[in-house]
């Protein structure tokens, strides 16, 4: 049997610099750190982390009784409130939001300063939309994630609209909303903010799945990116599979598999790769 392994498993380039940021800070101080939210969704690293020191601060009540001590933003980015209470309350932010994702922060600000309304096109639970919409000045700012959303949200739109978008979006879904914004009486500017390791992420898995009798794919129950291209392989492999871990791996017997293919999302160590890999390879 073939085992396909994306080339692009695994951390993005903004989350190995997160990661090493938070793993260089506990190495040098055996006081307490803290990380705003998880410093990326994934359990393991996290809880490595814990022992080493570094705690997760989850939302804004708990940063405001924080003082005098070390923070991490994690790479999804922060709105400016974040900034302002970490000055009160004299704490030492470390700054690991992603440089992409700092693009869409002065993006937003440039464009709503202009009079646009801002069209973030992602998840609005997302931590870094949230981030993304605390930088909108003029207060003109609404989340889609489908047609309906943005027929919903259609009445409060200025004549201008700046589109962008979340890192980690659909990028074929990305431009089917864009077109349907496009068809409207709007003035519309497209800032594709779609990062190109996403992009080439879920091509790659797409073009994989597509051959694959089935797929692995590999990442945190709360990781974005990873439900992406989850959502993306099984539209092509029925016999897709969602995991974690290898713990959670349950490959039931199906006919005929000569070709095994695994990707991976941005916050999946290659420790886990690579332990999902070889089993695969040794087992069936």
């Not at 498993?9 to 190995?16: L, S, Y």
């Not at 809880?47 to 020191?53: M, N, P, Y």
């Not at 600000?109 to 609005?124: A, F, M, R, W």
């Not at 994630?145 to 200025?158: Q, T």
């Amino acid at each position: 049997m073939e085992v396909v392994l994306a080339k692009s498993a695994g951390f993005c380039f903004g989350v190995k610099r997160a990661m090493d940021m938070a793993y260089e800070q506990a190495a040098k101080t055996d006081e307490k750190i803290y990380t705003y939210g998880p410093i990326i969704h994934n359990e393991q690293v996290v809880s490595d982390l814990e022992k080493k020191g570094v705690f997760v601060i989850e939302d804004i009540e708990e940063l405001k009784n924080t003082r005098n001590a070390t923070v991490i933003i994690r790479t999804h980015g922060v709105s400016p409130e974040v900034y302002e209470i970490a000055e009160k309350n004299n704490i030492n932010l470390i700054d690991a939001t992603c440089p992409f994702v700092l693009k869409i922060h002065k993006t937003v600000e440039e464009y709503s300063g202009k009079g646009y309304t801002i069209l973030i096109i992602g998840d609005p639970a997302h931590p870094e939309v949230q981030g993304i919409k605390g930088w909108v000045k003029n207060g003109h700012v609404a989340v889609c994630s489908s047609s309906e959303d943005i027929e919903k949200f259609d009445n409060i739109f200025n004549e201008k609209i700046c589109i962008v978008s979340q890192t980690t979006f659909n990028s074929k879904k990305f431009k089917e909303l864009v077109e349907v914004l496009s068809k409207k009486r709007y003035t519309v500017s497209v800032v594709n903010t779609i990062c190109n390791a996403t992009e080439v992420r879920q091509s790659e898995a797409y073009e994989i799945a597509k051959k694959a009798d089935a797929m692995i794919v590999i990442g945190g129950r709360q990781s974005s990116n990873t439900r992406k291209l989850y959502e993306i392989c099984k539209d092509v492999c029925d016999d897709t599979y969602y995991i974690q871990t290898l713990e959670d791996f349950s490959f039931r017997e199906i006919d005929n598999i000569h070709t095994v293919g695994i990707t991976a999302g941005a916050s999946t160590p290659n420790t886990i790769i690579r332990e999902v890999q070889n089993y695969v390879r040794n087992e069936f």
